[in-house]
């Protein structure tokens, strides 16, 4: 069974600091891994994709790396902004969807 | 398109009450998913469907809980009766191709059972 962690937690960084999200999985047969953001009382947000081939992806300020053999992605924000405050989720494509609790971000100005 | 589409945003029912909720994937999206997230599970799925077709529902928690897809544009999730546990967000997303594809998910339904 695929378990998800995500750490740390909660984050609070001030504004303008660079930033790095941890999430490790405990089955490397995945297709996909995905990173989400949630705003509160809202939906998921899309923000990257990485393919199981692919080593990492980029948009924007972000940048999210995926490393199979050590079960591990990492997802880097830099020049975190307020705006940046929100949940954040990494789910990995098997045979299902399989979540991670989440880090919660906050970004003081 | 107006993306996934979930109806009603809010329920506040009692307990022993049939609880409906509602979703519109995105037109030409082939799979839907439904998800529960509460704060000590997390996102959970609960079941998908392929083509209206159910394809995993080892998710669906109880007997109280059954999904249905009669056409590609609707799908519900009925909870009969209903159950202060049962109180948690409940999202519906869609994908085009399949269940590695990008989901792409509604704004969630907020359930509140007393």
Known sequence: ?109 | DAGVIQSPRHEVTEMGQEVTLRCKPISGHDYLFWYRQTMMRGLELLIYFNNNVPIDDSGMPEDRFSAKMPNASFSTLKIQPSEPRDSAVYFCASSLRGSQETQYFGPGTRLLVL
């Not at chain 1, 695929?2 to 930033?19: F, R």
């Not at chain 1, 809202?42 to 490393?67: F, M, P, V």
């Open chain 1, 1 to 109: 069974k695929q378990e998800v962690t995500q750490i740390p937690a909660a984050l609070s960084v001030p504004e303008g600091e660079n930033l790095v999200l941890n999430c490790s999985f405990t089955d490397s047969a995945i297709y996909n891994l995905q990173w989400f953001r949630q705003d509160p009382g809202k939906g998921l947000t899309s923000l990257l994709l990485i393919q199981s081939s692919q080593r990492e992806q980029t948009s924007g300020r972000l940048n999210a790396s995926l490393d199979k053999s050590s079960g591990r992605s990492t997802l880097y924000i830099a020049a975190s902004q307020p705006g940046d405050s929100a949940t954040y989720l990494c789910a990995l494509y098997g045979n299902k969807l399989v979540f991670g609790a989440g880090t919660i971000l906050r970004v003081k100005s």
